[in-house]
């Protein structure tokens, strides 16, 4: 078992080594803007730069927004499916799957012909529209993570009894889903929103087809254009990446862990 | 649509979908997911559709086979070619290294906080992708990256010399391993969970060396899984875009950059080629889930 533990310390070294020397280099660079020392001066320029602040608030607002319409759009569905159709669940399963075989550069060069200005529903034609299509975009790529998490939640809770005594209290379904359901999915929930945000914040493809002023252009622009920039924005990327990512185990840890209920 | 009857929490407990149990009635619990297929139709199907309607059209809206064949032509011959294999290389690497850390994480007999640091990580790099991710690997290893400069000060190795580029085939590939391997251990991990100590002490029971373990027991199971994932990462470097862009501009002329440019420009100076562009990056996604889901539904045999 020794020689085991030994490879498997060396699998581990040679990985971790892999993964931290590129972090460990893009922090090194992003100190060295100042000729000789090292310094913050890539996070000052960036963080003061009006551009910089303003895609990013875009992406944020779009990035919440996506996850209100994802949420909107996948609880009462996954609730409805485990409590009427449950025989319906394999096809939407494989729905939200789509997007995994789909690529995102195809579904939005899908969006730019079906929904131009010429044809019946222009959403192009518009900036809000534009805006909106893009919160649905992001919303289908969020979908098989969203889908997923919100499912495992309502696995542990018992959604039949649930929806009995809150019927014969009197509740009607949207004060069922929103004050019963919701409720007792919400780490599930948020686990699928930080997710959902981590995709959606940086994302490049789609926003720089449509055309908006979101944060993964910007982010493209300044690599092309500055040095040392690039490296700052890239360790704030992975600061934000990791919060998120921290928040979801931490939220995990609250989540109930025992299903009352056998399906 | 009111519920009024009490039915006993036994028969609750039984999978019967009340809608059928209650015989015929008025299809109304369709209403409740129609949302849903309808955000899906319009948002995922139909545009999806759209285009691969289009890629069999000619401007006159004729069916056509012409773009198809317009595919063949060695521009974009090439560019699926060596997207195919930046793909591919990176999946099977990455599948590799993966499985080798998810085994020494599991099996090794390494510390507790090696395995949740481990995992904790891999969520975290698995979606450190896309523009950030190029700009940490041109830090890396770019022309002054961290490393080429500490290679050529320290040991006189000057691996651009050596004919290294970041914006090529190895490049792009040891790029995309950044997100790969994460993403096979977050997958595979689960999968060396549910081998079954049982299993091990069987075979050690009848005699089988340790070796003989991993070739007839081991091995055999994982295999679906481990295929399966490799045709996941596939799909998953297939369609990325951002980082490539982000690194190489569109001097590397993949398939998704090549699709990216004719969506900006109509760069192949014919609408219904781009249809065709996509609906080929769809097909080869769509072919390699296809392997995907069928490897998945025989390994989950095992691991129930």
């Known amino acids: ?263 | 649509m009111s519920e009024t009857t009490y039915p006993d929490p036994a028969a609750a407990r039984q999978a019967v979908p009340p809608a059928r149990a209650e015989g015929m009635r008025l299809p109304l619990h369709w209403l409740g997911v129609a949302p849903f297929f309808i955000f899906a139709l319009m948002f995922l199907i139909l545009p999806t559709f759209y285009l691969v309607v289009g890629a069999f059209q000619n401007d006159q809206g004729e069916f056509t086979l012409a773009n198809m064949a317009a595919l063949f032509q060695p521009s974009i011959l090439a560019a699926y070619w060596i997207s195919i294999r930046i793909s591919l290389a990176s999946a099977v690497l990455g599948a590799l290294a993966g499985l080798a850390i998810a085994v020494a994480i599991v099996r090794g007999g390494l510390p507790k906080w090696v395995r949740s640091t481990t995992m904790t990580f891999s969520g975290v790099a698995s979606n450190f992708a896309g523009v950030p991710l190029a700009f940490a690997f041109l830090a890396t290893l770019g022309r002054l990256g961290l490393v080429t400069v500490l290679l050529r000060t320290w040991f006189d190795i000057n691996i651009y010399a050596l004919g290294f580029n970041i914006l090529s085939f190895a490049g792009l590939t040891l790029t995309y391993l950044f997100f790969q391997i994460p993403l096979m251990v977050v997958i595979i991990t689960p999968a060396i969970d549910g081998l079954k100590k049982e299993w091990g002490e069987a075979a050690a029971t009848l005699g089988a060396t340790q070796f003989q373990y991993w070739r007839m027991v081991v091995i055999p199971v994982l295999w679906p899984s481990f295929l399966g994932t490799v045709i996941l990462l596939f799909a998953n470097a297939f369609g990325a875009i951002a980082t490539a862009y982000a690194l190489t501009g569109s001097s590397l002329n993949i398939v998704p950059i090549l699709l990216y440019a004719q969506i900006r420009g109509d760069v192949l100076h014919n609408p219904h080629l781009g249809y065709a562009l996509a609906f080929g990056m769809i097909f080869v996604t769509g072919l390699a889930n296809i392997f995907y889901i069928w490897f998945r539904v025989r390994s989950e045999r095992w691991l129930k």
Not at chain 1, 114 to 129: I, K
Not at chain 1, 156 to 161: G, S
Not at chain 1, 224 to 249: D, K
């Open chain 1, 1 to 263: 078992m020794k020689a085991g533990r030994f490879w498997a310390w060396l699998t581990f070294a040679l990985g971790a080594a892999y993964f931290f020397i590129p972090l460990i280099a893009t922090l090194e660079f992003s100190l060295r803007m100042r000729r000789g020392e090292y310094s913050f001066d890539a996070y000052r320029v960036v963080l003061g730069d009006v551009r910089f602040q303003e895609t990013f608030l875009y992406s944020t607002v779009i990035a919440c927004l996506t996850i209100v319409i994802g949420v909107l759009l996948v609880v009462p569905t996954a609730y409805w499916i485990r409590l009427r159709m449950p025989w319906i669940r394999p096809v939407v399963e494989f729905i939200t799957l789509l997007p995994l075989i789909i690529p995102a550069i195809v579904i939005v060069f899908g969006y730019i012909r079906m929904y131009g200005s010429n044809s019946p529903l222009p959403f192009l034609a518009t900036t809000r529209g534009t805006d909106f299509l893009l919160m649905i975009g992001y919303a289908t790529l969020a979908l098989p993570y969203m889908y997923r998490a919100v499912d495992t939640g309502l696995r542990t809770i018992d959604v039949r009894t649930l929806t009995e005594a809150a019927q014969v209290h009197g509740a009607g379904w949207t004060t069922i889903i929103a004050r019963i359901i919701l409720p007792n999915v919400l780490i599930a929930v948020l686990s699928g929103a930080f997710l959902t945000f981590a995709i959606v914040i940086g994302e490049f493809t789609m926003a720089s087809l449509l055309n908006r002023p979101a944060f993964g252009p910007y982010l493209q622009n300044i690599g092309a254009n500055r040095a040392y920039e690039p490296a700052a924005l890239a360790v704030i990327a992975f600061a934000i990446t990791w919060g998120c990512m921290s928040v979801i185990q931490v939220l995990s840890r609250f989540a109930p862990k025992s299903a009352n209920n056998p399906n």
